[in-house]
């Protein structure tokens, strides 16, 4: 569910390619920036999880980094 919703913000707001983006893919290959990055893990927070988004997110590489990272905090 949560790659789901990425793979739609990715594409919807950051005119990705829906193929290009899977687990192993890279934020820097999909041209995402580390401030978009913020961007996308706390629009996906607060789709999932039931607590303030903390202030010292750790970097996201890959979707998987995030994906895992938000899938983790899922209460």
Not at 1 to 21: A, P, S
Not at 38 to 44: H, I, R, S, T
């Amino acid at each position: 569910m949560v790659l789901q919703q990425l793979t739609k913000l990715l594409t919807d707001r950051f005119g990705c390619f829906e193929e290009d983006i899977f687990m192993a893919a890279s934020f820097d290959d999909l041209n995402i920036t580390e401030s978009e990055r913020c961007e996308l893990a706390a629009v996906l927070w607060e789709l999932h999880v039931a607590a303030p988004l903390p202030d010292d997110l750790p970097p996201f590489d890959l979707v998987e980094d995030l994906v895992g990272y938000i899938e983790d905090r899922m209460g």
